[in-house]
C-alpha cells in the first residue's frame, strides 16, 4: 500500500491527493474524500481545485442509484451485486449514506458492518457518508465523492440513498440507472411510494423473494407492473423492468446485473445518456449555488444577530414565519438605492488616477516596494499619455505619464512636480442618464460623454463642484 505524506498540509495538497487517487492509492482516495466532505471553508479551495484536477479521469464508469424503504435490504443488495461484479472482473464503489440526528447531528455509519464480505475485497471501496441536514437521501458532497471514486478507477459506483419518501429523489440527479427497491406485500407497499419516485426509476426490484415470501413478491411484482403503466418513463422510449430477487440468498442478481447494463446501453445508444449527465451537471450547479447562499447567509455577522430575535417573535406568534424570512434577507442583502427615473447613481470605484513624472520610477515604486502588479506601459497618443495598471484586489491605480505636446495632464504636473491623484473614476450604469441628471442639479460638466482611454463613454466633472476633486464618470 502506498504511503503519503504525514503532514497536515500534505494531505490537503490536491496535487498530492490528485495522484494519490489516480494512482490507486486507497488512503489517498478516503483522504480525497474527507477534504471535499470537509464544511471548513477553508478547505473548499483545495477540494474544488483537487475535483478539476481529477476531472479529466472521470465520467468512465455505471453510476446506478439505489432507494428503497428502511428495511427491504439495500445493503444485502449492494453486498450480493457487489461481489458478483468483482467475480466478473469489475471493481466497485460504494457510497452509503445514513441518516443524521436532526438533534445531535450524529449517525452511526454502520454500512461497513452491514457488507463485511464485500469491504475484505481489495476490489472494493466502501464509504459512508452521514446525510446531514442535505435532503434527497444523500449527502451533499455525495456528488463529489463519486468523481473522486471514478477518478481512481472503479468502473461500477454504487450509490444507496437514507431511504425512499418523498425527497429521496437527488439520488436520480447524479447516477445513470436509479433503482427502486420493494418489500414483498402486495398493493399494500406501494402505499408508502409517492407516485414520483416512478417517475425516476429506471429499474425496480422486489427483494426477498425468498421463502414463505415468494408469493407475496410475486404479487409486488405485479401490482409495481401496473402502478409502471400509470405513470411516463424517465428515459422516453426505455420498458422500465420490474424483477424479484433475494439479496441474502443471491438469486436474481445476475438478472438484476443485466437489466441494469441493458438500461444504461438503451441511454448511451439514445444519446440519453449524454443529455441526461449535462442535465445532473446543471442541477448541480445550481443545487451547489443554492447550499452555498444558505451557508453564507447563515453565517453573516448581522443575520447571525439578528435570529434569535426574530426566531422568538416568530415563536410567540407576533410575526409570520414569511416575514421573518424577509427581513433575514434585508438583513442579508440591503436594498438598492434607487436612483429615480434619470438613472446615474455611481457605482464601485473603477480606478483612481496618478499623475507621474516619470513611469517608469512610479511602476518600480509600485512593484519593488510595495509588491503590487503593475501591468506593462502602453502609450495613447490620441489622449497624450503614457499609461500603466497597478491591480489591486477591490480596484485599480492609473499612473498616467505626460506624452506629447499638450497633454491633458501637463498643467497639474506643473502645479505639483512630483506627481500626485489626477482624479478618481466611479463606474455608472448610464452616463447618458447621470449627465443628465448632473446638470439638472448644477453640477457642471467638463464637455460632453466621449469615448475615453479605455474604449468606454466617459465624462468629467469641475473639480470645484465636489470638494476639489476631479471626478470621472466611466460607463460599465
Same mark, same amino acid.
Request: glycine residues 10%.
Given at each position: 500500500?502506498?504511503?503519503?505524506?504525514?503532514?497536515?498540509?500534505?494531505?490537503?495538497?490536491?496535487?498530492?491527493?490528485?495522484?494519490?487517487?489516480?494512482?490507486?492509492?486507497?488512503?489517498?482516495?478516503?483522504?480525497?474524500?474527507?477534504?471535499?466532505?470537509?464544511?471548513?471553508?477553508?478547505?473548499?479551495?483545495?477540494?474544488?481545485?483537487?475535483?478539476?484536477?481529477?476531472?479529466?479521469?472521470?465520467?468512465?464508469?455505471?453510476?446506478?442509484?439505489?432507494?428503497?424503504?428502511?428495511?427491504?435490504?439495500?445493503?444485502?443488495?449492494?453486498?450480493?451485486?457487489?461481489?458478483?461484479?468483482?467475480?466478473?472482473?469489475?471493481?466497485?464503489?460504494?457510497?452509503?449514506?445514513?441518516?443524521?440526528?436532526?438533534?445531535?447531528?450524529?449517525?452511526? $455509519?454502520?454500512?461497513?458492518?452491514?457488507?463485511?464480505?464485500?469491504?475484505?475485497?481489495?476490489?472494493?471501496?466502501?464509504?459512508?457518508?452521514?446525510?446531514?441536514?442535505?435532503?434527497?437521501?444523500?449527502?451533499?458532497?455525495?456528488?463529489?465523492?463519486? $468523481?473522486?471514486?471514478?477518478?481512481?478507477?472503479?468502473?461500477?459506483?454504487?450509490?444507496?440513498?437514507?431511504?425512499?419518501?418523498?425527497?429521496?429523489?437527488?439520488?436520480?440527479?447524479?447516477?445513470?440507472?436509479?433503482?427502486?427497491?420493494?418489500?414483498?406485500?402486495?398493493?399494500?407497499?406501494?402505499?408508502?411510494?409517492?407516485?414520483?419516485?416512478?417517475?425516476?426509476?429506471?429499474?425496480?426490484?422486489?427483494?426477498?423473494?425468498?421463502?414463505?415470501?415468494?408469493?407475496?413478491?410475486?404479487?409486488?411484482?405485479?401490482?409495481?407492473?401496473?402502478?409502471?403503466?400509470?405513470?411516463?418513463?424517465?428515459?422516453?422510449?426505455?420498458?422500465?423492468?420490474? $424483477?424479484?430477487?433475494?439479496?441474502?440468498?443471491?438469486?436474481?442478481?445476475?438478472?438484476?446485473?443485466?437489466?441494469?447494463?441493458?438500461?444504461?446501453?438503451?441511454?448511451?445508444?439514445?444519446?440519453?445518456?449524454?443529455?441526461?449527465?449535462?442535465?445532473?451537471?446543471?442541477?448541480?450547479?445550481?443545487?451547489?449555488?443554492?447550499?452555498?447562499?444558505?451557508?453564507?447567509?447563515?453565517?453573516?455577522?448581522?443575520?447571525?444577530?439578528?435570529?434569535?430575535?426574530?426566531?422568538?417573535?416568530?415563536?410567540?406568534?407576533?410575526?409570520?414565519?414569511?416575514?421573518?424570512?424577509?427581513?433575514? =434577507?434585508?438583513?442579508? =442583502?440591503?436594498?438598492?438605492?434607487?436612483?429615480?427615473?434619470?438613472?446615474?447613481?455611481?457605482?464601485?470605484?473603477?480606478?483612481?488616477?496618478?499623475?507621474?513624472?516619470?513611469?517608469?520610477?512610479?511602476?518600480?515604486?509600485?512593484?519593488?516596494?510595495?509588491?503590487?502588479?503593475?501591468?506593462?506601459?502602453?502609450?495613447?497618443?490620441?489622449?497624450?499619455?503614457?499609461?500603466?495598471?497597478?491591480?489591486?484586489?477591490?480596484?485599480?491605480?492609473?499612473?498616467?505619464?505626460?506624452?506629447?505636446?499638450?497633454?491633458?495632464?501637463?498643467?497639474?504636473?506643473?502645479?505639483?512636480?512630483?506627481?500626485?491623484?489626477?482624479?478618481?473614476?466611479?463606474?455608472?450604469?448610464?452616463?447618458?442618464?447621470?449627465?443628465?441628471?448632473?446638470?439638472?442639479?448644477?453640477?457642471?460638466? =467638463?464637455?460632453?460623454?466621449?469615448?475615453?482611454?479605455?474604449?468606454?463613454?466617459?465624462?468629467?466633472?469641475?473639480?470645484?463642484?465636489?470638494?476639489?476633486?476631479?471626478?470621472?464618470?466611466?460607463?460599465?
Amino acid at each position: 500500500m502506498k504511503r503519503a505524506g504525514d503532514s497536515t498540509s500534505a494531505q490537503m495538497d490536491p496535487e498530492a491527493l490528485a495522484a494519490a487517487v489516480v494512482s490507486g492509492d486507497r488512503k489517498g482516495l478516503a483522504r480525497a474524500i474527507t477534504l471535499i466532505e470537509s464544511a471548513r471553508p477553508d478547505h473548499r479551495p483545495a477540494a474544488e481545485s483537487l475535483l478539476d484536477r481529477l476531472a479529466p479521469d472521470t465520467g468512465r464508469a455505471v453510476r446506478i442509484g439505489i432507494t428503497g424503504a428502511p428495511g427491504v435490504g439495500k445493503s444485502t443488495l449492494i453486498e450480493s451485486l457487489g461481489n458478483h461484479l468483482i467475480d466478473i472482473g469489475h471493481s466497485v464503489a460504494v457510497l452509503s449514506v445514513d441518516p443524521s440526528s436532526s438533534l445531535s447531528g450524529g449517525s452511526i $455509519l454502520g454500512d461497513k458492518t452491514r457488507m463485511t464480505k464485500l469491504a475484505a475485497r481489495d476490489e472494493a471501496f466502501i464509504r459512508p457518508s452521514p446525510s446531514g441536514s442535505t435532503l434527497g437521501g444523500v449527502a451533499r458532497r455525495t456528488r463529489e465523492a463519486l $468523481l473522486v471514486c471514478e477518478a481512481a478507477g472503479y468502473d461500477v459506483v454504487i450509490v444507496e440513498t437514507v431511504g425512499v419518501g418523498q425527497s429521496e429523489t437527488a439520488v436520480a440527479e447524479m447516477t445513470d440507472v436509479f433503482v427502486l427497491m420493494l418489500l414483498p406485500g402486495g398493493g399494500d407497499e406501494l402505499q408508502g411510494v409517492k407516485k414520483g419516485i416512478f417517475e425516476l426509476v429506471d429499474l425496480v426490484l422486489v427483494n426477498k423473494d425468498d421463502g414463505d415470501l415468494r408469493a407475496a413478491a410475486a404479487r409486488s411484482v405485479a401490482a409495481a407492473r401496473s402502478a409502471l403503466t400509470l405513470t411516463r418513463p424517465r428515459a422516453p422510449g426505455w420498458t422500465v423492468p420490474v $424483477l424479484s430477487c433475494s439479496a441474502l440468498e443471491g438469486s436474481g442478481i445476475v438478472a438484476a446485473w443485466a437489466a441494469l447494463l441493458r438500461c444504461r446501453e438503451f441511454l448511451d445508444e439514445s444519446r440519453q445518456l449524454q443529455s441526461r449527465r449535462a442535465e445532473q451537471a446543471r442541477a448541480w450547479m445550481w443545487a451547489e449555488a443554492a447550499e452555498t447562499l444558505l451557508s453564507t447567509l447563515r453565517d453573516h455577522p448581522a443575520v447571525r444577530s439578528s435570529v434569535p430575535g426574530l426566531e422568538a417573535v416568530v415563536s410567540a406568534g407576533e410575526i409570520t414565519p414569511p416575514s421573518a424570512a424577509r427581513r433575514l =434577507l434585508e438583513v442579508f =442583502l440591503p436594498p438598492r438605492k434607487e436612483t429615480g427615473p434619470g438613472g446615474g447613481s455611481i457605482g464601485r470605484l473603477n480606478h483612481i488616477a496618478v499623475a507621474v513624472p516619470d513611469l517608469a520610477t512610479a511602476a518600480a515604486l509600485y512593484r519593488d516596494l510595495l509588491g503590487a502588479d503593475v501591468s506593462e506601459p502602453v502609450d495613447l497618443p490620441e489622449h497624450g499619455v503614457r499609461v500603466a495598471f497597478v491591480n489591486l484586489p477591490n480596484t485599480r491605480v492609473e499612473l498616467l505619464e505626460p506624452r506629447g505636446e499638450d497633454s491633458p495632464i501637463d498643467s497639474f504636473l506643473s502645479r505639483n512636480s512630483s506627481g500626485g491623484i489626477h482624479h478618481v473614476c466611479y463606474e455608472v450604469e448610464d452616463l447618458g442618464a447621470a449627465a443628465e441628471r448632473l446638470k439638472k442639479t448644477g453640477a457642471r460638466l =467638463l464637455g460632453r460623454p466621449r469615448t475615453g482611454a479605455h474604449g468606454k463613454p466617459v465624462v468629467f466633472l469641475h473639480p470645484k463642484d465636489f470638494c476639489g476633486t476631479l471626478i470621472e464618470l466611466e460607463e460599465i
